[in-house]
């Protein structure tokens, strides 16, 4: 009778509990953190739902959004900028991020949430977006170079460049055009190429660039060509 | 008899477990990362007061010749800096050793920067713009010194012109290359790069 008696006891126990889970029907809301949005252009999209990120009236601070339509129990879920894919060519489209700028996720613990994933494996869906300013390549090309020690240097903005001579099968220079990297530029920020050391015998000028002298801004008309490719630093010999 | 002879049996292996733990030869190797700011040797760390490591220009990791023991107190501190830095920061440096203390150390130096200001000759109208790289600085009429952005020691500089003045042309020299750019040395650059206007 006693042992009966606690079977029913549990089983209540178990029932009610079972109810208090079921109380109502729970929903998941997507909640989407993104810090440094600096200008408008970026939607965000999981299974046909978007929401738009306008940025900020204060830019340093972040913005929070939730997606209109709450997730059921199970239901999967998979956050990227609108149209983010890779292409059949292996490039990848990187949706609908605010103008200048691409977003991604927080690398930063603890905001490294996932993405993706499935409503109810959280007690909360949570992610964090970071977005950072595009940068564009500064290139070019050297021509007539044959001596050693050339070092250009875009400013103080990145390390400096050393770059030496084409040379042929025997080791010597051959003073052949070579290709120039100087690294990236921010969008919105200038540069200046400048020759830091000058090569051995040899006195090398900048031009190319916005303003002809390897100096410029990376603007509209940059971002559009996809950066500054047009430097070009000429080598001479110096009158022995 | 035989319980005690699984008595002493125990006994030993803890003896000589403990032994090899013990020594100055530990079962830890005590290594931290470096995030930033070695870019120059003289950087020279300690541990309880000894073990001298010095550490190589542009290292991203260091680990003190002597391991040591599981629960020993390590305690990592700065005995000399590169001379490039103001100061070098240790986090976790001191705790006693396991595989979690262990794998938290990590240091990184901040290096010294210095003021670059340029002067500016015969400038007579406005709209003249120059740049050290990023770094963009409108410079008024009748200007006669311009102070950029700071510049790290050892690092370069390189000012160039990005816009003309209204009516004038100026052209940049000085520098320790001498058009303008050169590597920034251990003090203020004041008035050694000269932008002159005609």
Redesign the interface.
Known sequence: MKFSFARGALALIAALSLASCGGGKATFPINVNVSNVLYPGLILSTGGQEVAVAPPADPTKSVDVVFPQELEYGQTYDVVPKGQAVNSDGSINYGANPKHQTCSVSTIYPYNLPTSGTAGQLAKIQMYYVCAINAYPLTGKIVGLTGKGL?L????????VSVTPATDTAGAATGADIALTMGS??YG??????????PEKQTCTVAGGA?G?????MDDAAEAAKGVNDLLVTCVNNPS | MKSSILRAGVALACALGLAACGGGDGDLYLTGSITQGVTKDGLVLQNNGGDDLAIPANATSFQFANRVSTDDQFDIKVKSMPSNVSNCYISNGSARANYYTIAQISMYCVIKTHKLSVKVNGLTTSGLVIVNGTDRKEVPANATTQAMADVYEDGPYGVTILTQPTGQTCTVSGGSSGNGSGTMGSTDLIDNVVVTCA
């Open positions: 070092v240097a875009n400013g103080s903005t990145a390390s400096a530029v921010a920020t200038t540069y200046g190429v400048t020759v830091l050391t000058q303003n002298k390897g100096a410029g801004t």
